[in-house]
């Protein structure tokens, strides 16, 4: 199959097994390789010069070193292994003799000839242990390493004393989690399924061991893999081209076509990035022309081109140069392809013409100069190569007492120590897991892809954010984990050249957004495409990124979580001085019950959580991708391209252990992408800034013991106590007294993390001042979009969007006073089902409350801290005063971002799509003089059942009578429409009874009961076409989840979306500690999980449509040069350009719903789910197949609301 590896004929079998027989005698000898089996193995390279390979090295045996005396400990154990050792042996050596004895009889020319050819199928291995045909026969030494030939005749034969702890294997009493676990994964025919935990860990192991030059630690893993015919199973040429990387690098061809041999035993062949390894090794080890005219051969003969070899295969630092070399050996006057843009086209029927026929508009510019976003990146580079951002907390301002200098000296004293103790203990245990040499997977190279120091760091960091009351083990352990991995990741971007390429770049791209360069019709997407083609040659900017799997990074993080217990020690008497001072641990590892389930947890001591409460230190550490960019996002142009510069960044958000989502993207056809990446990178390069005149409101208030009010939270100093006495005087019981306890401390719990997170946002936002910054956006698998910063960002609450503001202004022009009035009195929540202009006249009405809450927010009367969102209110509030004094408020410059919202934004998709009128008109799709309430209609529908009920002497009907109003069934109705079930809503609504004064408290269950079967039944009878289009969606998703498989679809965008619910698999992650259980219901190897398919199915279609909606809503907005940013449904401009995104908005919902989007989720389902099934399958689930078919062909009628009228429709988004 593959001449080029079959130049020489083999030897024959009988010397292979003489050289295994005089191994097996020879009881203390490492290696023994016959002259003729090892120039059989060296003559299957295919790209080394036959004659170097002749010149092999004489017979050596290495003896291995006798083990020390330790007759301290058990010495009978050892010697029954021993026995045990030697006596398996000698069978193997009977056995071998045996077969030698058949070989030496049965030898005949003619059959000498047969046996010839079935070796050319099945090529031998050295005459080791390591023979790939019958791993269980040969199974390597613990102590011995294989020797392999290298051009020019040398041999290699390295013993594990040679090696230092960076190339040696993990501890003998460590279970790792994927050893076990490779025999136990399903492979199924899904894509998905075929990458598992295991395939992933392999995948990351031999990514660590390249970074670190451990090419040869590489291949055992490969090796140990590729032996085994049931493990071989979970390689894919992805690994084998790796390890041909590997040694490329060092100019081992001898290596490299092993890795071809090793390719054809696996059935697997070479592809463009195998011969690129090939071409490249031989630039580096000067071999003679013929091999390589011989290599360029055999890659024309498997159908590759040398162009194609430049254009498809993807390139690291110097990689490109060196085929390029090799290739002109042969070829002097051959030239790469020129580089050229591929132009690809979307063929998403809603947007087949928005690239094509659109007339080019240039795109807006920001108010920056070139040089100043050039000086923007550099800064936001040096940023995300540092890892980590230390910044000022919030709570420097406070007084500094002297308790709080003793605690700051005590700490500065100890955190010196505690770190020389982690960084010696980490060293010694890296030494510990260096001690075997196995080809199993063991932590030792993830323990050295940083500097000890580092991980010393990240330990460090962990222990100054533990909260007082502990943190789960596990959720410490990923979090520690991920650490390592995010500092791994940008530390191999900031190693290699890709760093410079994307420098470069960037400073062309900027001409693209810079206020000081000419315009250009390019989108950030094609611009930076553009640029890229242009500089083809360098490394590839796809980076070659893999994830480690939760169960590798969850090992990772316990193993320097068992380190922090271990080491971090505090005197006894620190605060107490006493006689007898002792070294105590400062965490804790110790066990606590959550939701039934007993859980591991890190504790601090008293002692710890007291010195750091008293030193209340004012510095904050973030990794730097958690604060925002300070400088225009990088354009995503791939699936695994875009966002920050180092920072590891995908184009979708994925759930833990879901790997399905980004196979589907990187199926997809490219062009279909485009719409999804040209919208994130327009809500990415929205600039923004700080309100600081609310900033220092809030801070005030955070500083003044908080208030609870306003969202700004409290201090855990405010926590309840519990109390020891009953209302009556009486002492409470024990178990009464025990949940009071239970109660207060959730109490703190809670107090402690909402101040924590509120401090993180003001202290981001403090840190940023004045400049400008930038969100990152990307997605989740149903396409709904995320800023990537966690903390400070658009999406958060109130009071983080009270003190954002657009960093570019915009004149108010004739109407934007209006709008920002109007928007006042939207976040006051008062007058909603006012017309426009009776909101506008009523904030006129109240013109001097708004002004002296912008005068005199803390002082006055207070009139913004009683709206729904008083934050933003308090904002407007100053906005509209600045205004109203300017000069010409039509001239003012604002900066204040106007939102309009859809009104029940789901039901709005589920109307559109059933054409229902009277659903339609409930949700504001028809024009009305007045908008309509949806959560109010409900309400009345219900008071009216109530009525009729307590009529009929229905006892919780009566006690009802009063209750029943909009904020009691509102949340119910709007999640109702995302799949809340009966039992949700009834809790939801039990949650609203509980607030509302004066309702008799006994009868809370009952009436929460009855009121959801009511709020159901009037959604039923005012949206039927909902209902209907529902339950299709639902049973659908049932019947598909039945025949095995997940639901999958595509947006009208083209993204594809898939569900991935499965049924859960637990995973064991074994430590010194204890014993992890990961749980995981994304597996894909696992079933699907029909209840949560068929529950999810509905609500995740309706939000990869309202996204769709947003998606088309941005980029016809920056075709009118707006600032247009989104949260989910409330889409957010300049009050300037509210009416032009108000007609954008309407326009491209009746664009989007006027497509057959039933009708093509039908066909999309009919053709996967129910075409091309094999017979065996259909024939076994013939009814069920039946039954899918028919549901699939039959979609819901749809009714006669005309769709234009959304159109003309005010209360649509408002």
Same mark, same amino acid.
């Given at each position: 199959?593959?001449?080029?590896?079959?130049?020489?004929?083999?030897?024959?079998?009988?010397?292979?097994?003489?050289?295994?027989?005089?191994?097996?005698?020879?009881?203390?000898?490492?290696?023994?390789?016959?002259?003729?089996?090892?120039?059989?193995?060296?003559?299957?390279?295919?790209?080394?010069?036959?004659?170097?390979?002749?010149?092999? =090295?004489?017979?050596?045996?290495?003896?291995?070193?006798?083990?020390?005396?330790?007759? *301290?400990?058990?010495?009978?154990?050892?010697?029954?292994?021993?026995?045990?050792?030697?006596?398996?042996?000698?069978?193997?050596?009977?056995?071998?003799? *045996?077969? +030698?004895?058949?070989?030496?009889?049965?030898?005949?020319? =003619?059959?000498?000839?047969?046996?010839?050819?079935?070796?050319?199928?099945?090529?031998?291995?050295?005459?080791?242990?390591?023979?790939?045909?019958?791993?269980?026969?040969?199974?390597?030494?613990?102590?011995?390493?294989?020797?392999?030939?290298?051009?020019?005749?040398?041999?290699?034969?390295?013993?594990?004393?040679?090696?230092?702890?960076?190339?040696?294997?993990?501890?003998?009493?460590? #279970?790792?989690?994927?050893?076990?676990?490779?025999?136990?994964?399903?492979?199924?025919?899904?894509?998905?399924?075929?990458?598992?935990?295991?395939?992933?860990?392999?995948?990351?192991?031999?990514?660590?061991?390249?970074?670190?030059?451990?090419?040869?630690?590489?291949?055992?893993?490969?090796?140990?893999?590729?032996?085994?015919?049931?493990?071989?199973?979970?390689?894919?040429? %992805?690994?084998?081209?790796?390890?041909?990387?590997?040694?490329?690098?060092?100019?081992?061809?001898? %290596?490299?076509?092993?890795?071809?041999?090793?390719?054809?035993?696996?059935?697997?062949?070479?592809?463009?990035?195998?011969?690129?390894?090939?071409?490249?090794?031989?630039?580096?080890?000067?071999?003679?022309?013929?091999?390589?005219?011989?290599?360029?051969?055999?890659?024309?003969?498997?159908?590759?081109?040398?162009?194609?070899?430049?254009?498809?295969?993807?390139?690291?630092?110097? &990689?490109?140069?060196?085929?390029?070399?090799?290739?002109?050996?042969?070829?002097? @006057?051959?030239?790469?392809?020129?580089?050229?843009?591929?132009?690809?086209?979307?063929?998403?029927?809603?947007?087949?013409?928005?690239?094509?026929?659109?007339?080019?508009?240039?795109?807006?510019?920001?108010?920056?100069?070139?040089?100043?976003?050039?000086?923007?990146?550099?800064?936001?580079?040096?940023?995300?190569?540092?890892?980590?951002?230390?910044?000022? !907390?919030?709570? =420097?301002?406070?007084?500094?007492?002297?308790?709080?200098?003793?605690?700051?000296?005590?700490?500065?004293?100890?955190?010196?120590?505690?770190?020389?103790?982690?960084? /010696?203990?980490?060293?010694?245990?890296?030494?510990?897991?260096?001690?075997?040499?196995?080809?199993?997977?063991?932590?030792?190279?993830?323990?050295?892809?940083?500097?000890?120091?580092?991980?010393?760091?990240?330990?460090?960091?962990?222990?100054?954010?533990?909260?007082?009351?502990? &943190?789960?083990?596990?959720?410490?352990?990923?979090?520690?984990?991920?650490?390592?991995?995010?500092?791994?990741?940008?530390?191999?971007?900031?190693? !290699?050249?890709?760093?410079?390429?994307?420098?470069?770049?960037?400073? $062309?791209?900027?001409?693209?957004?810079?206020?000081?360069?000419?315009?250009?019709?390019?989108?950030?997407?094609?611009?930076?495409?553009?640029? &890229?083609?242009?500089?083809?040659?360098?490394?590839?900017?796809?980076?070659?990124?893999?994830?480690?799997?939760?169960?590798?990074?969850?090992?990772?993080?316990? /193993?320097?979580?068992?380190?922090?217990?271990?080491?971090?020690? #505090?005197?006894?008497?620190?605060?107490?001085?006493?006689?007898?001072?002792?070294?105590?641990?400062?965490?804790?590892?110790?066990?606590?019950?959550?939701?039934?389930?007993?859980?591991?947890?890190?504790?601090?001591?008293?002692?710890?959580?007291?010195?750091?409460?008293?030193?209340?230190?004012?510095?904050?550490?973030?990794?730097?991708?958690?604060?925002?960019?300070?400088?225009?996002?990088?354009?995503?142009?791939?699936?695994?391209?875009?966002?920050?510069?180092?920072?590891?960044?995908?184009?979708?958000?994925?759930?833990?252990?879901?790997?399905?989502?980004?196979?589907?993207?990187?199926?997809?056809?490219?062009?279909?992408?485009?719409?999804?990446?040209? @919208?994130?990178?327009?809500?990415?390069?929205?600039?923004?800034?700080?309100?600081?005149?609310?900033?220092?409101?809030?801070?005030?208030?955070?500083?003044?013991?908080?208030?609870?009010?306003?969202?700004?939270?409290?201090?855990?100093? &405010?926590?309840?106590?519990?109390?020891?006495?009953?209302?009556?005087?009486?002492?409470?019981?024990?178990?009464?007294?025990?949940?009071?306890?239970?109660?207060?401390?959730?109490?703190?719990?809670?107090?402690?993390?909402?101040?924590?997170?509120?401090?993180?946002?003001?202290?981001?936002?403090?840190?940023?001042?004045?400049?400008?910054?930038?969100?990152?956006?990307?997605?989740?698998?149903?396409?709904?979009?995320?800023?990537?910063?966690?903390?400070?960002?658009?999406?958060?609450?109130?009071?983080?969007?009270?003190?954002?503001?657009?960093?570019?202004?915009?004149? +108010?022009?004739?109407?934007?006073?209006?709008?920002?009035?109007?928007?006042?009195?939207?976040?006051?929540?008062?007058?909603?089902?006012?017309?426009?202009?009776?909101?506008?006249?009523?904030?006129?009405?109240?013109?001097?409350?708004?002004?002296? $809450?912008?005068?005199?927010?803390?002082?006055?009367?207070?009139?913004?801290?009683?709206?729904?969102?008083?934050?933003?209110?308090?904002?407007?509030?100053?906005?509209?005063?600045?205004?109203?004094? =300017?000069?010409?408020?039509?001239?003012?410059?604002?900066?204040?971002?106007?939102?309009?919202?859809?009104?029940?934004?789901?039901?709005?998709?589920?109307?559109?799509?059933?054409?229902? #009128?009277?659903?339609?008109?409930?949700?504001?799709?028809?024009?009305?003089?007045?908008?309509?309430?949806?959560?109010?209609?409900?309400?009345?529908?219900?008071?009216?059942?109530?009525?009729?009920?307590?009529?009929?002497?229905?006892?919780?009907?009566?006690?009802?009578?009063?209750?029943?109003?909009?904020?009691?069934?509102?949340?119910?109705?709007?999640?109702?429409?995302?799949?809340?079930?009966?039992?949700?809503?009834?809790?939801?609504?039990?949650?609203?009874?509980?607030?509302?004064?004066?309702?008799?408290?006994?009868?809370?269950?009952?009436?929460?009961?009855?009121?959801?079967?009511?709020?159901?039944?009037?959604?039923?009878?005012?949206?039927?076409?909902?209902?209907?289009?529902?339950?299709?969606?639902?049973?659908?998703?049932?019947?598909?989840?039945?025949?095995?498989?997940?639901?999958?679809?595509?947006?009208?965008?083209?993204?594809?979306?898939?569900?991935?619910?499965?049924?859960?698999?637990?995973?064991?992650?074994?430590? !010194?500690?204890?014993?992890?259980?990961?749980?995981?219901?994304?597996?894909?190897?696992?079933?699907?999980?029909?209840?949560?398919?068929?529950?999810?199915?509905?609500?995740?279609?309706?939000?990869?449509?309202?996204?769709?909606?947003?998606?088309?809503? @941005?980029?016809?907005?920056?075709?009118?040069?707006?600032?247009?940013?989104?949260?989910?449904?409330?889409?957010?401009?300049?009050?300037?350009?509210?009416?032009?995104?108000?007609?954008?908005?309407?326009?491209?919902?009746?664009?989007?719903?006027?497509?057959?989007?039933?009708?093509?989720?039908?066909?999309?389902?009919?053709?996967?789910?129910?075409?091309?099934?094999?017979?065996?399958?259909?024939?076994?689930?013939?009814?069920?197949?039946?039954?899918?078919?028919?549901?699939?062909?039959?979609?819901?009628?749809?009714?006669?609301?005309?769709?234009?009228?959304?159109?003309?429709?005010?209360?649509?988004?408002?």
């Amino acid at each position: 199959k593959f001449s080029l590896l079959m130049l020489c004929p083999r030897p024959p079998r009988r010397t292979v097994l003489e050289a295994r027989v005089k191994q097996l005698q020879a009881n203390n000898v490492c290696e023994v390789v016959a002259p003729e089996a090892r120039e059989a193995l060296s003559q299957t390279s295919s790209f080394s010069e036959v004659s170097s390979w002749k010149k092999s =090295a004489p017979i050596r045996k290495e003896a291995t070193p006798k083990p020390e005396d330790r007759s *301290a400990s058990n010495p009978s154990r050892w010697m029954e292994k021993l026995n045990k050792e030697k006596s398996i042996k000698h069978k193997r050596l009977l056995r071998l003799k *045996a077969k +030698l004895s058949a070989a030496s009889s049965c030898m005949k020319p =003619a059959r000498e000839g047969g046996k010839a050819a079935q070796r050319e199928r099945s090529p031998p291995k050295q005459a080791t242990d390591r023979d790939p045909r019958n791993p269980a026969k040969f199974k390597a030494s613990e102590k011995t390493r294989v020797r392999h030939n290298v051009p020019g005749g040398t041999s290699l034969s390295t013993h594990p004393s040679q090696h230092d702890h960076r190339t040696s294997e993990g501890p003998e009493k460590q #279970v790792w989690i994927w050893e076990d676990a490779e025999e136990k994964l399903r492979l199924e025919e899904e894509e998905g399924s075929r990458h598992g935990n295991v395939r992933l860990s392999i995948l990351a192991y031999l990514d660590c061991c390249l970074f670190l030059g451990q090419v040869e630690r590489a291949e055992q893993c490969l090796m140990f893999y590729h032996r085994s015919h049931a493990r071989r199973k979970l390689l894919d040429i %992805q690994m084998y081209n790796w390890v041909m990387r590997g040694y490329a690098k060092k100019g081992a061809l001898s %290596q490299v076509g092993q890795m071809f041999q090793w390719l054809e035993e696996a059935g697997l062949k070479p592809n463009l990035e195998s011969y690129a390894a090939a071409l490249e090794c031989m630039a580096r080890s000067s071999t003679s022309t013929g091999v390589i005219a011989r290599c360029l051969q055999q890659l024309k003969k498997d159908g590759f081109q040398l162009e194609d070899l430049l254009r498809e295969s993807q390139y690291q630092e110097d &990689e490109m140069k060196m085929v390029l070399e090799t290739i002109r050996r042969i070829r002097p @006057a051959f030239q790469p392809p020129p580089p050229t843009r591929q132009v690809e086209v979307c063929t998403v029927p809603v947007f087949r013409d928005f690239y094509t026929k659109e007339k080019p508009v240039s795109y807006p510019k920001l108010d920056f100069t070139a040089q100043e976003l050039r000086e923007c990146f550099r800064q936001q580079l040096k940023m995300e190569a540092s890892n980590s951002v230390t910044i000022d !907390s919030v709570e =420097a301002d406070k007084p500094l007492t002297e308790q709080a200098v003793k605690a700051r000296e005590l700490l500065a004293r100890l955190r010196p120590r505690w770190r020389a103790a982690l960084l /010696h203990s980490f060293q010694e245990s890296k030494l510990h897991l260096s001690q075997k040499i196995s080809g199993q997977l063991n932590l030792c190279p993830f323990m050295c892809v940083l500097k000890d120091e580092e991980y010393a760091d990240i330990m460090m960091q962990i222990v100054s954010s533990l909260p007082p009351q502990g &943190e789960s083990l596990l959720m410490l352990a990923r979090e520690l984990g991920t650490k390592v991995y995010n500092r791994y990741v940008i530390k191999k971007k900031s190693w !290699s050249h890709l760093v410079e390429k994307i420098q470069r770049l960037y400073d $062309s791209y900027v001409q693209l957004l810079a206020k000081d360069t000419p315009p250009d019709n390019f989108l950030p997407r094609e611009y930076w495409e553009q640029l &890229e083609a242009e500089t083809s040659q360098g490394p590839s900017l796809v980076p070659q990124e893999h994830v480690w799997p939760n169960s590798l990074t969850v090992q990772v993080g316990l /193993h320097l979580l068992e380190l922090l217990v271990q080491v971090l020690k #505090v005197e006894s008497n620190l605060f107490s001085p006493g006689p007898e001072p002792k070294l105590i641990p400062i965490l804790y590892h110790v066990y606590s019950f959550r939701s039934g389930r007993q859980i591991g947890f890190i504790k601090p001591h008293p002692i710890l959580t007291r010195l750091f409460f008293e030193a209340a230190e004012t510095t904050l550490t973030f990794d730097s991708f958690v604060i925002p960019m300070l400088c225009p996002p990088v354009p995503w142009v791939s699936p695994s391209f875009g966002a920050y510069i180092l920072s590891p960044t995908k184009l979708m958000r994925c759930i833990d252990g879901a790997v399905q989502h980004q196979l589907l993207l990187e199926k997809s056809p490219r062009g279909n992408l485009f719409l999804v990446m040209d @919208a994130l990178n327009q809500l990415g390069n929205c600039p923004w800034k700080v309100n600081q005149a609310i900033l220092e409101v809030v801070i005030s208030i955070f500083n003044d013991k908080g208030d609870e009010k306003l969202d700004v939270p409290p201090p855990p100093s &405010e926590a309840p106590q519990p109390t020891r006495l009953a209302l009556g005087g009486t002492p409470l019981t024990k178990a009464a007294l025990k949940r009071e306890i239970t109660q207060c401390r959730k109490k703190a719990m809670e107090m402690f993390s909402l101040r924590m997170d509120a401090l993180y946002k003001l202290s981001i936002a403090k840190h940023l001042g004045d400049r400008a910054f930038w969100f990152p956006h990307n997605m989740d698998f149903r396409g709904r979009t995320y800023p990537c910063p966690p903390h400070f960002n658009h999406l958060g609450n109130d009071l983080t969007r009270g003190i954002l503001l657009f960093a570019e202004g915009k004149p +108010l022009g004739p109407r934007g006073l209006d709008w920002l009035k109007i928007h006042l009195i939207n976040l006051t929540g008062l007058k909603k089902k006012s017309a426009l202009q009776d909101r506008l006249a009523y904030a006129n009405e109240i013109l001097e409350d708004v002004l002296d $809450s912008a005068d005199h927010p803390l002082t006055g009367r207070k009139w913004w801290m009683d709206a729904d969102e008083p934050w933003q209110a308090l904002a407007c509030c100053m906005e509209i005063a600045r205004a109203t004094r =300017a000069p010409d408020p039509a001239a003012y410059i604002s900066h204040f971002p106007i939102h309009q919202d859809g009104s029940c934004n789901g039901l709005q998709h589920y109307a559109a799509l059933g054409r229902d #009128v009277i659903g339609a008109t409930s949700v504001n799709l028809t024009p009305c003089d007045v908008p309509q309430d949806v959560y109010s209609s409900v309400a009345q529908q219900v008071e009216l059942f109530r009525k009729r009920d307590a009529e009929q002497g229905v006892k919780i009907a009566q006690i009802l009578d009063g209750f029943i109003g909009r904020k009691v069934v509102k949340q119910t109705v709007m999640t109702v429409v995302y799949g809340v079930t009966r039992y949700g809503g009834r809790l939801q609504i039990e949650k609203r009874l509980r607030e509302i004064e004066g309702f008799p408290q006994e009868y809370v269950w009952e009436a929460s009961h009855y009121l959801v079967q009511q709020v159901f039944t009037s959604l039923r009878e005012m949206f039927s076409s909902t209902r209907e289009i529902q339950n299709w969606l639902t049973d659908s998703a049932r019947l598909i989840a039945k025949t095995g498989r997940t639901v999958e679809w595509v947006t009208p965008l083209g993204l594809p979306v898939i569900q991935p619910y499965h049924r859960s698999k637990t995973t064991q992650v074994n430590s !010194s500690m204890q014993t992890v259980s990961l749980k995981s219901c994304f597996d894909a190897s696992q079933k699907p999980d029909t209840v949560k398919q068929k529950n999810a199915f509905p609500p995740n279609f309706i939000h990869s449509l309202d996204s769709t909606h947003m998606m088309l809503t @941005a980029l016809h907005c920056h075709r009118r040069g707006l600032t247009f940013v989104s949260v989910h449904d409330c889409y957010w401009t300049h009050a300037i350009t509210v009416d032009i995104m108000n007609q954008v908005c309407r326009e491209q919902f009746v664009e989007l719903h006027s497509q057959p989007i039933l009708q093509q989720l039908s066909k999309f389902m009919l053709q996967k789910y129910c075409a091309n099934l094999p017979v065996e399958r259909r024939k076994k689930k013939a009814q069920e197949h039946h039954q899918l078919l028919q549901l699939l062909s039959t979609v819901p009628e749809r009714g006669d609301f005309d769709l234009q009228k959304v159109k003309e429709s005010t209360y649509f988004f408002g």
